[in-house]
């Protein structure tokens, strides 16, 4: 499967404790991240990410392509929505998501639900979906 991960700067630190803990099902699948969230997830879990360009920069655009494509099965957005300063860059991915039944996770709560249930196999309909 195709995982996604975008983060606000404060929920940065959130995002890898988040992979770090859950390591041991993410190395099992393709990792697509923002610029700097990429790196820090590759720094701190030593996972390999495919990294676009950093978000406001791009990188959501990048992003918001896959899903269209419906080439992403999984996005996981931390995000803090006390200071959304590009929340105009990434609302795009998240109606996206909507429209092409993609699994989203804006917190962490439903972050580990969906990462359990992916190691679970409860997601694998998505395969059938994008092929």
């Not at 990462?115 to 679970?120: F, G, K, V, Y």
């Amino acid at each position: 499967m195709n995982i996604a991960f975008v983060a606000n700067d404060s929920k940065k630190k959130l995002m890898e404790n988040l992979c770090i803990a859950y390591r041991h099902i993410l190395i099992k699948h393709s990792l697509f991240a923002t610029g700097t969230t990429g790196r820090l997830i590759e720094e701190t879990s030593n996972l390999s990410v495919y990294k676009y360009l950093t978000g406001h920069l791009g990188g959501e655009h990048q992003l918001g392509a896959q899903v269209a494509h419906n080439d992403i099965d999984l996005v996981i957005f931390l995000r803090d929505s006390v200071q959304s300063a590009h929340d105009h860059d990434i609302n795009g991915v998240l109606r996206l998501c909507d429209v092409h039944n993609i699994p989203l996770a804006t917190n962490l709560a439903t972050a580990e639900a969906l990462l359990l249930a992916l190691d679970r196999g409860d997601l694998d309909w998505r395969k059938l979906v994008r092929d």
